[in-house]
C-alpha cells in the first residue's frame, strides 16, 4: 500500500491521522486532494460501522488508491448509549459546544458519568478488501468543560487513569491512549500485515 485517501477534510482528524501513522511509508490524502472526490456522504447508518463503510464505499468506488473512513461516537451509560452515532449532531446541528452543553445538561441529576469513546475504522484495500477496525477509550464525562485543546467532547471526556480531560492533556498525550489512537494502532498492524 503506497497512498492512502482519506474520507475526510477535516483538519484536526487528518493531523491526527498522520501524525499517528507518520513512521509508515504512505502517503496520506485528504478526498480533496483527489480530483472528483470533494463529496460529502450522508451518515444515517445505524451504527459506527454502517456509517464508516458507506463512506469508504462512496470513495473506493472512485479511486484505486486504498481508502480508509472512520465513524467515531462517545457512548454515556447513563444515557443508554447517548449521543452514540448521533454525537455529531447530537444537539440537532454540527456544533461541538451546543453538543456538549447538551450532553452535560441531560447528565445533570446522574451519578453514573461513565463513558467510552469507539472509532470505528473502516480500510478498503486496493483490492477491494473490506477491513474493519476499532478503537475503545474508557473513561467518564466531566461536569463542567475543561482544558481548551482538542474538539468535539474533548473538553469533558475524562479518559480511565487519569484526572484530566483530552482537552487539558494535550494533542500528543490524546494521541497516546485516545480511542482514535487505538484504532490508528490496530490498522497500523494490519497495514503492516498486508
Known amino acids: 500500500?503506497?497512498?492512502?485517501?482519506?474520507?475526510?477534510?477535516n483538519k484536526n482528524k487528518l493531523k491526527e491521522i498522520k501524525e499517528i501513522l507518520g513512521d509508515l511509508d504512505?502517503?496520506?490524502m485528504a478526498k480533496s486532494d483527489i480530483y472528483d472526490l470533494d463529496f460529502?456522504?450522508?451518515?444515517?447508518?445505524?451504527?459506527?460501522?454502517?456509517?464508516?463503510?458507506?463512506k469508504a464505499n462512496a470513495i473506493a468506488e472512485r479511486t484505486k488508491?486504498?481508502?480508509l473512513s472512520d465513524d467515531t461516537g462517545l457512548f454515556v451509560n447513563a444515557l443508554g448509549g447517548e449521543p452514540g452515532v448521533h454525537s455529531a449532531r447530537y444537539a440537532s446541528e454540527h456544533d461541538d459546544k451546543k453538543n456538549r452543553e447538551k450532553l452535560l445538561k441531560n447528565l445533570e441529576d446522574k451519578e453514573d458519568r461513565s463513558a467510552y469513546f469507539k472509532t470505528q475504522i473502516v480500510l478498503i484495500d486496493e483490492d477491494k478488501n473490506i477491513i474493519p477496525i476499532e478503537g475503545i477509550c474508557e473513561g467518564s464525562i466531566s461536569k463542567k468543560e475543561k482544558g481548551s485543546?482538542?474538539?468535539?467532547?474533548?473538553?469533558?471526556?475524562?479518559?480511565?487513569?487519569?484526572?484530566?480531560?483530552?482537552a487539558e492533556l494535550g494533542v500528543a498525550e490524546k494521541n497516546k491512549i485516545s480511542h482514535r489512537a487505538k484504532a490508528l494502532e490496530n490498522l497500523k498492524n494490519k497495514i503492516l500485515e498486508l
Do not use: H, R, W
Open 65 to 67: 488508491y486504498a481508502v
Open 149 to 166: 485543546q482538542g474538539f468535539g467532547y474533548d473538553s469533558i471526556f475524562i479518559p480511565k487513569g487519569f484526572d484530566k480531560t483530552f
Open 1 to 9: 500500500m503506497k497512498t492512502l485517501v482519506l474520507s475526510t477534510d
Open 40 to 54: 460529502e456522504v450522508e451518515e444515517d447508518g445505524l451504527t459506527l460501522y454502517d456509517n464508516a463503510l458507506k
Open 26 to 28: 504512505i502517503e496520506i
